[in-house]
């Protein structure tokens, strides 16, 4: 009897574990991770292949990346200047790249409508009698 109920569990357990695999929605976040991590490939790409030359190209040297304030503390501030314009192009880039492929929803177009001439109130506009006021239209 008791081989019967670990059986029953056990295939209880699954089928939890299933449903919550299925309504939580972990496949679609795996995939979506996966999908993300090769998105990042391409970002880092399109930036290190095609942008990073020509702002290379643009700069004096790549001295700039090296600036330290001079002291006892080193801020390097040249470091931290190169990973913010870093980041402003992969961002730029990442958000280009998912607008070209996302195309948003066309909006739902409103139901047609007239305003009531005696109360102002909007009605359908296949009506023939007000619904607030109930004046001929």
Same mark, same amino acid.
Not at 7 to 31: C, D, H, M, P
Not at 32 to 52: E, F, H, K, W, Y
Not at 64 to 83: R, Y
């Given at each position: *009897?008791?081989?019967s109920? %670990? #059986?029953?569990t056990?295939?209880?357990t699954?089928?939890?574990f299933?449903a919550? &695999?299925? +309504?939580g929605?972990v496949?679609a976040l @795996?995939? @979506?991770?996966?999908?993300? @991590? #090769?998105l990042?490939n391409v970002?880092?790409?399109? %930036?290190d292949? &095609?942008?990073?030359p020509?702002?290379?190209?643009?700069t004096?040297?790549?001295?700039?990346a090296k600036?330290e304030?001079p002291? =006892?503390v080193?801020f +390097?501030l040249?470091? &931290? &200047?190169?990973?913010i %314009?870093?980041?402003i192009?992969?961002g730029f %880039?990442?958000?280009?790249?998912? +607008? *070209?492929?996302? +195309?948003?929803e066309?909006?739902?177009a409103?139901?047609?409508?007239k305003t009531? =001439?005696h109360?102002?109130?909007?009605v359908? #506009?296949? #009506?023939?009698?007000?619904?607030?006021c109930?004046s001929?239209?």
């Amino acid at each position: *009897m008791a081989i019967s109920n %670990v #059986a029953t569990t056990s295939r209880s357990t699954f089928q939890e574990f299933k449903a919550f &695999l299925i +309504k939580g929605n972990v496949l679609a976040l @795996a995939i @979506a991770v996966v999908v993300g @991590a #090769a998105l990042n490939n391409v970002v880092q790409g399109v %930036v290190d292949d &095609l942008i990073m030359p020509i702002i290379a190209a643009g700069t004096p040297g790549g001295e700039w990346a090296k600036w330290e304030t001079p002291g =006892p503390v080193h801020f +390097k501030l040249g470091h &931290l &200047l190169s990973v913010i %314009v870093n980041f402003i192009i992969v961002g730029f %880039v990442a958000w280009r790249l998912t +607008k *070209m492929f996302i +195309k948003p929803e066309p909006a739902a177009a409103a139901p047609a409508t007239k305003t009531c =001439p005696h109360c102002r109130m909007a009605v359908d #506009a296949a #009506a023939t009698r007000c619904a607030y006021c109930t004046s001929q239209i």
